[in-house]
C-alpha cells in the first residue's frame, strides 16, 4: 500500500480513545506507504493531540512521521475521483450513486465502449451522491464515467468507468 487516498470518506469525528496511551489514530509499519495527506487524515492531526492520540512512523518519507504528514497537509489535496460506484439498472433507466468527498461532478454516458464526446448524453455540475440516466433501451449494456471537479485547484479528477446492463422489459 502507497498511498491511503482511499480512507478519504472515512469518518475520524467518531475515534473517541478510551485509553489514551493505546487507542487514536494508528499509521505504521508500512515501508512502502507515502501519501497520507488525505483531508480527513489532516483534519484529525489538526486536533488536540491529548484528546486525539496518534502515532506516524515507520512509513516512507511523505508519511515516515506526524511532522512530515502535517506539512504535507498544507499542500493542496489531490482531486480525487469518486469511489464505490453503484448502479441499479431497469429496463429504461439507471440510478448510479458513488462516494466522494467532492461536491461537484461530470458524468456521460453511452452505449458500451462509446468514443469520449460521442455518448448518449452528459450532465455536468452534479451536486449529489447520485444521479438517474433516463431513456435507455431495454437489455443493452451501457458504460458510463464520472469525474469530480475540484474547486479548490480548480481542476478535475480522472475519469472513473463503470459498465451496467438494463434489463429486459
Known sequence: LEDISGLANLDLSNLNPIDMEWDGLYI???PLLSVCNVPNICEYLSLDSATHPRIIEDNAPGCEN???VAAACLEPF?????IDIAVIATYNQAT???SSLGTSFDIEWGVIDFTD???LGSQNDISELNFT????EPETEYDVYIRRNCTDTEDNSDW????FSTISI
Not at 489531490?78 to 469518486?82: E, G, Q, S, V, Y
Not at 440516466?133 to 435507455?136: E, V
Open 28 to 30: 505504521g509499519g508500512n
Open 66 to 68: 506526524q511532522d512530515a
Open 78 to 82: 489531490p482531486c480525487l475521483a469518486p
Open 96 to 98: 448510479m450513486s458513488w
Open 117 to 119: 464526446g460521442e455518448g
Open 133 to 136: 440516466i433516463t431513456d435507455l
Open 160 to 163: 472513473v468507468k463503470y459498465t
